[in-house]
């Protein structure tokens, strides 16, 4: 018999396919090694958040000295310092939390669930203002040499940038950023050229700048005193906050690492803080240098580049590398969004398997995405720019401070985690690196709170409070639901156990039950039951079939996807067992993939060949008060493979599970 050819994708799957690239195969080991980054290219795809941060970090530091540009110079030296040291803090964690989480993991683990979920949510509302921050900045750049009258189509390349950023991730990390290395590697270079140039060709000038920065400390000592000295680069200090933004964003992206990851996560780490410091510090030095001042409508880095060129007397030929390097400034801004798309899917994968968060959001796609969080983190970050109209200031002012919150409670997990180690060999330089750095974070937080209430603060505080009540709420959800079906537990304890003397036989022609299942539990028994019950004495054999989905908390090796299909395999033997003891034939189908329905759908199309007189069913929660929230946490799924297998011809049955949420 010749066998049937497949049938060809559908139209919806060729463009899928096309748009977003070809299902993954998990069992292949290979696909690991594809999908993981070298540390060059991590620094690409989680460097490029705290990098691009010297667009819009130095300028506000700056500007808010006012005339009081002579401390642009212990500024910058703080600048590096400080990124220096939260560099170095959170490398301590990549060793001891090594399989990635970031701040959300250390909270969690060294200071408890709570705690993690503040550093969760402020985690979150972080990564989407990454995305909506990193935007905004790459298009005002863009605007610094552009005519004003194309100034009302700035919310609709913001909205175009997002969009494409969204389907990049969407077709994976990896592929996402090998599009975006040749902009890093421009803005790289053009930087180099234009903090190395802004010395040389101003190199004449640092005697004079050394006695004005000299004179303008002996001048602040005796105009504003040595409080007065300290409030303002307090003040200014803390406004620079954004440069230190995406930090964290390494330690976050571990999963996506090139094993060894440890070593590949700190050398990722080293790449960013060198690189950060140097940038921030330099741009911070040269605005001193050349006179930098604000004006309206240019950022202050596309002032520090007319500057530069104007200096080194390039004449025409300076233009081209002005528009190259705003170019190039303003396209990195948009690869640092990439943090945000890399990050922010993870950590919310993160709490959906703790349960803090809707399941839905553990998922993988078939390309091995977690597109619900894409998807999620593209939605909001656009509404973040339409609510702030793309306004920088703004947006950073309500960044900053999330991020140095989810900053201090890691430096406080680390204190706390050393601490209790004492007797561990270097635990003293351990808590002494975490104190320093938790006193540094949480200054700024502080004097950000203080110095930005009004200018966006009052809104992150707000947003943030009500995402952490949020996050209770669905655990809470969670915790009720799981209590009320373990009472289902109870029909094990009732269950035969002893086998039969003649174990029954399969009859392919025989009536059959086909029972969809997932790990062995009350659950599952109770479902299988209510099948005997409704139907007594109809069936002759029970199919069970299972489906091991592997999601972001065990997608990580070959190892574990084996581990997933072992349990799988292990709770159809014990259903097996069970109906045979109930005097059924039985046997099970399985299949291990990051999607229900389609394998699902596939295993049911087999068994129904194999069993022609097959009626398939599967379970669904029923709650006493069903609408969007119950819809929303809970999967639809029993219901619409109900559906697909009905309009493949095939007779299918949802068997109801009642949930008392009282």
């Given at each position: 018999?010749?066998?049937?050819?497949?049938?060809?994708?559908?139209?919806?799957?060729?463009?899928?396919?096309?748009?977003?690239?070809?299902?993954?195969?998990?069992?292949?080991?290979?696909?690991?090694?594809?999908?993981?980054?070298?540390?060059?290219?991590a620094w690409v795809g989680l460097g490029a958040d705290?990098?691009?941060?010297?667009?819009?970090?130095?300028?506000?530091?700056?500007?808010?000295?006012?005339?009081?540009?002579?401390?642009?110079?212990?500024?910058?030296?703080?600048?590096?310092?400080?990124?220096?040291?939260?560099?170095?803090?959170?490398?301590?964690?990549?060793?001891?939390?090594?399989?990635?989480?970031?701040?959300?993991?250390?909270?969690?683990?060294?200071?408890?669930?709570?705690?993690?979920?503040?550093?969760?949510?402020?985690?979150?509302?972080?990564?989407?203002?990454?995305?909506?921050?990193?935007?905004?900045?790459?298009?005002?750049a863009i605007f610094s040499f552009l005519p004003a009258?194309?100034?009302?189509?700035?919310?609709?390349?913001?909205?175009?940038?997002?969009?494409?950023?969204?389907?990049?991730?969407?077709?994976?990390?990896?592929?996402?950023?090998?599009?975006?290395?040749?902009?890093?590697?421009?803005?790289?270079?053009?930087?180099?050229?234009?903090?190395?140039?802004?010395?040389?060709?101003?190199?004449?000038?640092?005697?004079?700048?050394?006695?004005?920065?000299?004179?303008?400390?002996?001048?602040?000592?005796?105009?504003?005193?040595?409080?007065?000295?300290?409030?303002?680069?307090?003040?200014?200090?803390?406004?620079?906050?954004?440069?230190?933004?995406?930090?964290?964003?390494?330690?976050?992206?571990?999963?996506?690492?090139?094993?060894?990851?440890?070593?590949?996560?700190?050398?990722?780490?080293?790449?960013?803080?060198?690189?950060?410091?140097?940038?921030?510090?330099?741009?911070?030095?040269?605005?001193?240098?050349?006179?930098?001042?604000?004006?309206?409508?240019?950022?202050?880095?596309?002032?520090?580049?007319?500057?530069?060129?104007?200096?080194?007397?390039?004449?025409?030929?300076?233009?081209?590398?002005?528009?190259?390097?705003?170019?190039?400034?303003?396209?990195?801004?948009?690869?640092?969004?990439?943090?945000?798309?890399?990050?922010?899917?993870?950590?919310?994968?993160?709490?959906?398997?703790?349960?803090?968060?809707?399941?839905?959001?553990?998922?993988?796609?078939?390309?091995?995405?977690?597109?619900?969080?894409?998807?999620?983190?593209?939605?909001?970050?656009?509404?973040?720019?339409?609510?702030?109209?793309?306004?920088?200031?703004?947006?950073?002012?309500?960044?900053?401070?999330?991020?140095?919150?989810?900053?201090?409670?890691?430096?406080?997990?680390?204190?706390?985690?050393?601490?209790?180690?004492?007797?561990?060999?270097?635990?003293?330089?351990?808590?002494?690196?975490?104190?320093?750095?938790?006193?540094?974070?949480?200054?700024?937080?502080?004097?950000?709170?203080?110095?930005?209430?009004?200018?966006?603060?009052?809104?992150?505080?707000?947003?943030?409070?009500?995402?952490?009540?949020?996050?209770?709420?669905?655990?809470?959800?969670?915790?009720?639901?799981?209590?009320?079906?373990?009472?289902?537990?109870?029909?094990?304890?009732?269950?035969?156990?002893?086998?039969?003397?003649?174990?029954?036989?399969?009859?392919?022609?025989?009536?059959?039950?086909?029972?969809?299942?997932?790990?062995?539990?009350?659950?599952?028994?109770?479902?299988?039951?209510?099948?005997?019950?409704?139907?007594?004495?109809?069936?002759?054999?029970?199919?069970?079939?299972?489906?091991?989905?592997?999601?972001?908390?065990?997608?990580?090796?070959?190892?574990?996807?084996?581990?997933?299909?072992?349990?799988?395999?292990?709770?159809?033997?014990?259903?097996?067992?069970?109906?045979?003891?109930?005097?059924?034939?039985?046997?099970?189908?399985?299949?291990?993939?990051?999607?229900?329905?389609?394998?699902?759908?596939?295993?049911?199309?087999?068994?129904?060949?194999?069993?022609?007189?097959?009626?398939?069913?599967?379970?669904?929660?029923?709650?006493?008060?069903?609408?969007?929230?119950?819809?929303?946490?809970?999967?639809?799924?029993?219901?619409?493979?109900?559906?697909?297998?009905?309009?493949?011809?095939?007779?299918?049955?949802?068997?109801?599970?009642?949930?008392?949420?009282?």
């Amino acid at each position: 018999m010749t066998p049937q050819a497949p049938e060809p994708p559908s139209l919806a799957n060729r463009v899928a396919n096309t748009v977003l690239g070809r299902p993954k195969d998990l069992r292949d080991p290979s696909t690991f090694h594809s999908l993981s980054l070298v540390a060059f290219f991590a620094w690409v795809g989680l460097g490029a958040d705290g990098l691009s941060s010297s667009a819009y970090g130095p300028e506000e530091m700056f500007r808010a000295l006012g005339a009081n540009t002579w401390m642009a110079v212990a500024l910058a030296a703080a600048t590096a310092v400080t990124v220096f040291i939260i560099s170095l803090t959170y490398s301590r964690i990549i060793d001891r939390f090594p399989f990635g989480g970031g701040g959300y993991v250390v909270a969690s683990k060294l200071l408890g669930p709570r705690a993690g979920v503040v550093s969760g949510a402020a985690l979150m509302v972080d990564y989407v203002l990454t995305i909506s921050t990193s935007i905004a900045a790459g298009v005002d750049a863009i605007f610094s040499f552009l005519p004003a009258e194309y100034l009302p189509w700035r919310l609709a390349i913001e909205a175009t940038a997002i969009g494409a950023l969204v389907l990049l991730n969407l077709r994976g990390v990896k592929e996402s950023v090998a599009v975006l290395t040749p902009i890093f590697l421009t803005f790289l270079v053009t930087h180099v050229v234009l903090l190395g140039g802004g010395f040389v060709v101003k190199g004449s000038e640092l005697p004079a700048m050394a006695s004005q920065v000299s004179s303008g400390f002996s001048h602040g000592a005796a105009t504003l005193g040595g409080f007065g000295m300290l409030a303002l680069f307090l003040r200014a200090y803390s406004m620079g906050a954004g440069t230190y933004t995406g930090i964290e964003a390494v330690s976050n992206g571990l999963s996506i690492m090139r094993e060894p990851r440890v070593v590949t996560g700190k050398r990722t780490m080293g790449l960013m803080g060198a690189s950060l410091a140097l940038t921030a510090a330099g741009v911070t030095l040269c605005y001193l240098l050349l006179h930098v001042e604000h004006v309206e409508g240019k950022t202050m880095n596309a002032v520090l580049v007319e500057r530069f060129v104007d200096a080194a007397g390039w004449g025409h030929g300076g233009q081209l590398f002005i528009w190259l390097t705003l170019i190039a400034e303003a396209l990195l801004l948009f690869v640092a969004a990439q943090a945000g798309f890399i990050d922010g899917p993870r950590v919310l994968a993160n709490m959906a398997s703790d349960s803090w968060a809707p399941h839905r959001f553990a998922q993988l796609s078939s390309r091995l995405t977690m597109q619900n969080g894409v998807l999620l983190m593209g939605g909001v970050s656009l509404g973040a720019l339409l609510f702030t109209r793309g306004d920088v200031t703004t947006l950073v002012s309500m960044y900053s401070i999330n991020v140095f919150l989810t900053f201090s409670l890691s430096q406080a997990a680390m204190v706390r985690y050393w601490w209790q180690r004492k007797a561990e060999a270097g635990w003293v330089q351990g808590l002494l690196l975490h104190l320093v750095g938790l006193a540094l974070c949480g200054t700024i937080l502080v004097v950000n709170i203080v110095e930005k209430i009004d200018e966006g603060g009052k809104v992150t505080i707000s947003v943030t409070a009500a995402l952490v009540v949020l996050f209770f709420v669905i655990r809470r959800h969670y915790e009720k639901v799981r209590k009320n079906l373990s009472r289902l537990d109870s029909v094990l304890e009732q269950l035969p156990t002893a086998p039969r003397d003649a174990e029954p036989v399969l009859q392919p022609t025989a009536q059959t039950a086909v029972l969809m299942v997932g790990s062995y539990a009350g659950l599952g028994v109770h479902s299988l039951l209510s099948v005997l019950r409704l139907f007594p004495n109809l069936y002759k054999n029970v199919v069970f079939i299972s489906v091991g989905v592997v999601d972001s908390a065990t997608f990580k090796n070959v190892q574990e996807v084996d581990e997933v299909e072992q349990r799988t395999r292990a709770a159809l033997e014990q259903y097996v067992a069970l109906a045979k003891r109930l005097g059924l034939a039985s046997t099970s189908k399985m299949a291990v993939g990051t999607e229900l329905l389609p394998e699902a759908e596939r295993l049911c199309a087999e068994t129904a060949k194999e069993f022609p007189r097959s009626l398939f069913f599967a379970g669904k929660l029923i709650f006493e008060r069903e609408g969007l929230w119950q819809r929303l946490l809970h999967n639809e799924s029993a219901v619409q493979l109900q559906r697909q297998l009905q309009f493949a011809g095939l007779n299918a049955m949802v068997l109801p599970v009642r949930v008392l949420e009282s």
